[in-house]
């Protein structure tokens, strides 16, 4: 069965190139704004020492402390946000997909079929959340970072889907929004056939412009 849509799309050998070189100019960019971080919380801790007034030096160490943890948190959110083997595929009947799964490095693979889904609604945050029937054909597994794969139970029965590509959760809503029982929004639409003006409309808006 052919695939609705694929991310990541496939790239072209210069594409390839191209995305490879903006990657390492990121990662250069992201050691620097830590090292930047760690270096200048030293500064700060040297000035600790210094300083013999009691209050100002547990106020600078804490400076210190916390200027180092931003810079190597932030390092670490990127590493984790980075491209890891993320995929999307979706199909007319399911949907495969991979995504990260907390702050350590774990990943959640889920394949999910369409008709064991009960309803289908986005979170404040804009990801699908798919409320399940029993699920006996869908699987879903905790990859974790250092190998090995155990079974994932979805809590209270629901899947939550957070997708790195717009394009992939808006195919779904588009073009799969019954399967997945999606309640999407109709909009009436007026055309030009439309019986929207009357005659006594037209004699002082023959230019539809409604009075503007």
Same mark, same amino acid.
């Given at each position: 069965m052919e695939p609705i849509y694929i991310? &990541?799309?496939? @790239?072209?050998?210069? %594409?390839?190139?191209?995305?490879?070189m903006n990657d390492i100019a990121e990662h250069r960019k992201m050691s *620097?704004? #830590?090292?930047?971080? @760690?270096? /200048?919380?030293? $500064? $700060? =801790?040297v000035l600790a020492i210094l300083v013999k007034?009691?209050? $100002?030096? +547990?106020?600078? #160490?804490? +400076?210190? +402390?916390?200027?180092?943890?931003?810079?190597?948190? /932030?390092?670490?959110?990127?590493?984790?946000s980075r491209d890891t083997g993320l995929y999307t595929r $979706?199909? &007319?009947?399911?949907?495969?997909? @991979?995504?990260? @799964?907390?702050? #350590?490095?774990? #990943?959640? %693979?889920?394949?999910?079929y369409y008709d064991e889904v009960e309803k289908t609604s986005q979170d404040s945050r804009g990801n699908?959340? =798919?409320?399940?029937? %029993?699920? %006996?054909?869908?699987?879903?597994? *905790? +990859?974790?970072? *250092?190998?090995?794969?155990?079974?994932?139970? &979805?809590?209270?029965g629901l899947?939550?889907? *957070? =997708?790195v590509d717009t394009k992939a959760k808006l195919t779904l809503i588009d073009k799969l929004h019954d399967e997945i029982n999606y309640p999407k929004k109709n909009y009436n639409v007026i055309t030009d056939d439309d019986d929207y003006y009357s005659k006594e409309d037209m004699e002082w808006d023959k230019l539809h412009k409604h009075g503007l």
């Open positions: 991310f &990541p799309p496939k @790239l072209s050998r210069t %594409e390839k190139q191209a995305k490879a *620097k704004q #830590m090292y930047r971080n @760690l270096i /200048l919380a030293g $500064i $700060i =801790f007034v009691i209050v $100002i030096k +547990v106020l600078l #160490m804490a +400076v210190a +402390v916390g200027n180092a943890a931003v810079g190597v948190l /932030l390092y670490r959110f990127y590493a984790l $979706i199909y &007319p009947d399911r949907i495969e997909h @991979l995504q990260k @799964l907390g702050l #350590m490095g774990d #990943m959640l %693979e889920v394949t999910l699908m959340c =798919f409320t399940l029937k %029993e699920a %006996e054909r869908s699987k879903f597994s *905790k +990859v974790r970072r *250092k190998g090995g794969q155990e079974k994932y139970q &979805p809590k209270d899947l939550v889907l *957070k =997708f």
